[in-house]
């Protein structure tokens, strides 16, 4: 068989030394079949080495023998060698330079010790997935015994030894091996296999299969309850949150609404219903969050029990997502998104008739559905869920909600609520220097508390005429305190006023880590800092808003959480962000921006006051001007605004979107169809209050015929005799537009550009592709610096300045605006200002530091980061609309690449860590500077070292990083895991498959 090497009957074969070392086991019990297990496998790697020097081949899906030390062998010169290189390298290299120092000084282990240890596990780890991936056979358990792969470690092989002659199993081998086709392996798939091995390796390590017992905990398995104590320190519930998880409504799985006072625990009972449909009902959940920061931060704070539950955290925001989900075999998903990609999520999965995976759609602040084109955006994703599924259960939370019985209608809800609080909250007002205390149940809606009790100087009184400082200094140092301003320059204004007239002692609080937070932002910001910040931090004062870049944000709020910062001042976004509770809250007047105060908006800002587990009470005061008396009495005594429908409001994003999907995905293709669909939105329910001057089955006409005439749609609404039966298709362009989530008002324009660009799309460099890429929304509150236009425009190489005459922005005319000429041609201004925010963005992605961007273009440095998470969103959505239009191919693998590189917008060594929800580029330069330097370190790390290394880390942050690490490897190894499977599917017409 083999020519001049053994035959199958030979004296001196090997299956004759088989044979000989069988009889002498059976003849002597004592002998280890270990040991002859060895003395086989040393002459089969003799073989090996025989064939390497005698240039054999063999194929590669020959039969595996498998060792009692878990080494596999493999009859391929090759992968021999592979393996074996593998398998001398150690485990611990997986982790980061400092951890090793650390483990070395603590334990004395020297390098070759640490060496061995390593080997061992990684021998363990390695061969076991080298198993799955290189024998065909693994992947079929039904295959002929012949086939299956031989164990010498195992104790049950001995009986089967006695009874089927090793030398038969040897024998079958070799004849499969003999027959066996050389199967034809690409360099893609052996790097696929290759990432797979190490990455579940590491999975496998670090994550541990959960309980499966069913505990007392609410349904759920009772290590739940122990996680929730260990990462939450919450150890008993609420008795509103037992009673609301005890609802009837609940265990029968019917939709909630319900709605509590900020701060009062509404997100675990959340969390509960959660982990029991992931658990219990082994079904996908949908988690949708108003804002990214939300987003990011909820990932971080589940992983950690998705490591320990066995399921998958996935992250959808920004240009974050795979559309559709990729489906689980095993473990079971939990997606946290924003509004617009929990729209886009729904899509796919209604397109891919995979929507009743999703068992469950838990909606944070569902009063969101009044508010503008994401109101709309997020009453078409629950109008879409209701009507294609009967199984998907729908829970939503609000702290202000008021007409509930609409939204109850258009849910198809129960309804719960309680006034609970952990900390009772105290308002208050302050007119001059009195303060009183908001009583709705006086005609004024005010009761005299007491006077302010500070001593004013004439120059201190001229500085601060409404008593901010006398308001905080009775809470801080010791209490943390949050000013909420009307404006951003307001903010800055406030902060720099408090520090001027703070006594000195307020330095010397915290010193040592004011000055290493400063010393962190001069690092954000490659050694500059903002000059209030570096004035304000001594003090323990900061500010906070959109004007700050996500570092210098992220800072600033753990900063505040662990006390080193002890007051904000802020606008009105924070309010709706990330969990930065007071002890006492101040609102510097009743207004934001120019628009006087909601209700809704109050409501929101003063919750959060009081500190649940720290503070026995919170305080809110609302600085009132004399003019604006009768204007807060009404405010404080008012209920809440009503949440309606933004569909009419909104309509390309609305009305106009969902017609488009609706016959886009099917769910409704003619007049008729899509009429019955409105009356279950939020819109059908409130009809009568909103379309007064048209009837709705009217808007619905008139709306497709809108599309129809954008070339969206094909077919008509209705014929002379009003039949409503006529079926309408998409185009598509239509397609491309929703599956793109391109809003309406652009598709048509983006299509031409797009179409422009093959005609003659400059590639010199990746300018061209970023105007195509870059947000059009953004572009009508951009005011260009005209000289900076010029500046910037004269340093492109010529083929990059023809991307501006290609575009519509002639050199001449940037001349003549920078030099203050006339202009007689007209050119489309919406274009000039898109190509000035290609400049920042170009800018940008060569420098990747956003301090000298926005130097160099005069624009806050929150307004380039902006942008720049902008267009990464838009780039995404651009990339999807083009994978539905064949003729724009040569754009897929284009914008891919550009979408990557707006997400990170850093060096290519720190995107893997990146990855990790809530590491931004501060975080992961600290990271990498340290050693860790891939998921891998991360998931191995060990906090109490990692809190060691990296400056302002607390252990719950390492925690939750190191979590998130984990569960990113987890959810990767588990999709090439499928992948590598697809790929090595054994194909029917080999002989012994079926």
Known sequence: MFGDYDSFCGNDSLLAQVDDIEHKYLQDKNVDVKAAGDIILGNLQSRVHQDKQDNISIPENMVVLKADKEDDIQMNENDLVDSNQELSESVLDELPSSQLLYFEKMNGLSSGSRKSIGTEEQDKCVGSSLDKIRSPQSFRPEAEPRNRTIDFSSDSKCDSLKTESLKDHLKSAMTWNAKAQTLQVSKTKQLKEAVLSEEICVAKKTIESSSVDIGPFYGLPSKVKDLLKQFRGIETLYEWQHNCLMLESLQRRKNLIYSLPTSGGKTLVAEIIILQELLCRQKNVLMILPYVAIVQEKVRGLSSFGIELGFLVEEYAGSKGRFPPIKRRIKKSLYIATIEKGHALVNSLIETERIDDLGLVVVDELHMLGEGSRGATLEITLAKILYTSKNTQIIGMSATLNNVEDL???????????????????????????????????????????????????????????????????????????????????????????????????????????????????????????????????????????????????????????????????????????????????????????????????????????????????????????????????????????????????????????????????????????????????????????????????????????????????????????????????????????????????????????????????????????????????????????????????????????????????????????????????????????????????????????????????????????????????????????????????????????????????????????????????????????????????????????????????????????????????????????????????????????
């Open 408 to 994: 109850q209608k258009f849910l198809q809800a129960e309804y719960y609520t309680n006034n609970f609080r952990p900390v009772e909250l105290k308002e208050y007002v302050k007119i001059r220097d009195t303060i009183y205390a908001v009583d709705g149940k006086t005609e004024k809606g005010f009761t005299f508390s007491r006077l302010l009790n500070f001593k004013y100087s004439s120059k201190l009184q001229k500085a601060d005429p409404d008593h901010i400082i006398a308001l905080v200094t009775e809470v801080i140092p010791k209490y943390s305190c949050l000013i909420f301003c009307p404006t951003k320059k307001n903010c800055e204004n406030v902060a720099s006023m408090v520090c001027k007239y703070l006594e000195k002692e307020f330095r010397a609080h915290r010193e040592k880590e004011k000055q290493d937070l400063i010393k962190d932002l001069k690092n954000i910001g490659n050694g500059s800092v903002c000059p209030v910040l570096k004035q304000t931090i001594p003090f323990g004062v900061a500010y906070h808003h959109s004007g700050l870049t996500n570092d210098e944000r992220k800072s600033i709020e753990e900063a505040y959480s662990a006390g080193i910062l002890c007051l904000l001042a802020c606008t009105a976004t924070l309010a709706a962000g990330v969990n930065l509770p007071a002890r006492r809250v101040i609102l510097r007047a009743p207004y934001v921006a120019s628009d006087f105060l909601k209700k809704n908006q109050y409501k929101q800002m003063i919750g959060r006051a009081g500190r649940a587990g720290i503070d026995d009470a919170g305080e809110s005061i609302l600085i009132v001007q004399e003019k604006d008396r009768h204007l807060v009495q009404d405010l404080v005594s008012s209920p809440l605004e009503n949440c309606y429908s933004n569909l009419l409001l909104e309509l390309t994003k609305g009305m106009q979107s969902l017609l488009l999907s609706l016959v886009g995905l099917k769910i409704a293709v003619t007049q008729e169809e899509v009429s019955n669909f409105m009356c279950g939105t939020l819109l059908g329910v409130q009809q009568q209050l909103l379309s007064k001057e048209k009837s709705l089955s009217e808007i619905i006409k008139d709306g497709l015929e809108n599309l129809i005439e954008k070339g969206l749609l094909k077919g008509r609404t209705s014929e002379k005799d009003h039949n409503t039966k006529c079926t309408l298709t998409v185009t598509p362009l239509g397609k491309a537009t929703y599956k793109g989530s391109i809003d309406l008002a652009y598709c048509n324009l983006l299509y031409r550009e797009l179409k422009q660009g093959l005609e003659g799309l400059i590639l010199e460099s990746n300018l061209h592709l970023l105007y195509l890429a870059t947000p059009y929304d953004m572009t009508s509150n951009c005011s260009p610096d005209w000289m900076i236009y010029l500046k910037q425009f004269n340093q492109l190489s010529g083929a990059e300045q023809k991307v501006a005459d290609i575009v519509g922005v002639p050199e001449s005319f940037i001349i003549k605006k920078a030099s203050g000429q006339a202009i007689r041609k007209n050119v489309d201004s919406a274009v000039v200002n898109r190509l000035y925010l290609t400049f920042v963005l170009y800018a940008l992605l060569k420098e990747t530091n956003v301090w000298s961007v926005s130097e160099k273009f005069n624009m806050s440095r929150g307004y380039v980061q902006n942008l720049l998470n902008s267009a990464a969103s838009f780039a995404s959505c651009v990339l999807h609309f083009c994978e539905e239009l064949e003729e724009f191919w040569v754009y897929k693998a284009l914008l891919t690449e550009l979408t990557k590189q707006l997400t990170y917008c850093v060096k290519t060594e720190l995107i893997p860590l990146m990855e990790v929800a809530g590491v931004l580029e501060a975080r992961a330069k600290q990271l990498y500077n340290a050693g860790y330097k891939t998921l891998a370190h991360l998931a191995n790390a060990n906090p109490e070292i990692l809190v060691k290394v990296i400056e302002r880390l607390s252990r719950r942050q390492a925690k939750q990083i190191i979590s998130s690490a984990k569960m990113l490897l987890s959810e990767k190894a588990e999709a090439l895991q499928e992948e590598v499977e697809e790929l090595l599917k054994v194909p029917t017409d080999i002989p012994g498959t079926y």
